[in-house]
């Protein structure tokens, strides 16, 4: 493993720890309870300005949106949450994937390192098979950042339709799983079992790379 790849899930996990401490420490808070009672009372204000901040986050990545997301899950439940991931997500994505179609590799070196840049530019994908290389880019750049495949796929030029049903089927294989581990991360149920299905799905996802990419 490249040292980069090392370094990167090292600060992964770390960060990762550090949300499992925080939002443990805040849902055992005094703190809770009042932030609850505002998002029900401003409900649609809450799932407003949590849709805008994860399209954001898509075309700004430094900014962690999918972090916010999932930690309104004991607010809106894990659904709720990943519906509102999912619409920020994509609605985000279909500009992302305009500006990486017109502005190429310019609009990609002001956003993300060289490594991403590299991989992508180098990437070729098989013909006929647009719809499952979006979501296999998705993994591909998992180790640098995910919302790379949305600039990436335009740069590709990838067609918008199958970039589109691509971004979704991707969203909901990576993000359901996701989603549920956090709530059952929250709730204290089946943590072994939601993270066992999500390694599982990996590893089949990374053995069978070589079908869509040349």
Not at 106 to 123: P, R, S, V, Y
Not at 188 to 214: C, D, M, P, Q
């Amino acid at each position: 493993m490249k040292k980069e790849s090392i370094r990167y899930w090292a600060i992964l996990l770390f960060f990762f720890a550090a949300f499992l401490f925080f939002t443990n420490w805040f849902f055992k808070s005094s703190y809770f309870p009042i932030v609850d009672a505002w998002v029900k009372t401003n409900i649609v204000l809450y799932v407003v300005a949590l849709f805008v901040y994860k399209s954001i986050g898509v075309l700004f990545p430094p900014i962690p949106a999918g972090v916010v997301t999932l930690a309104s899950i004991p607010f809106l439940g894990w659904f709720g949450a990943y519906l509102v991931d999912m619409a920020g997500s994509i609605a985000g994505g279909m500009v992302a994937y305009w500006l990486g179609n017109k502005y190429g590799k310019k609009i990609l070196g002001k956003l993300f390192d060289a490594t991403t840049i590299e991989k992508i530019t180098n990437t070729k994908v098989k013909k006929g098979k647009e719809i499952e290389a979006v979501f296999m880019f998705r993994v591909l750049l998992g180790s640098t950042i995910l919302e790379a495949v949305y600039y990436g796929a335009g740069f590709l030029k990838i067609p918008f339709g199958k970039f589109l049903i691509g971004a979704t089927l991707s969203h909901i294989v990576v993000g359901v799983p996701s989603f549920l581990l956090a709530n059952n991360i929250f709730s204290g149920k089946n943590i072994i079992l939601t993270i066992v299905l999500s390694v599982v799905a990996l590893i089949f996802v990374l053995k069978t790379k070589g079908r869509y990419f040349e």
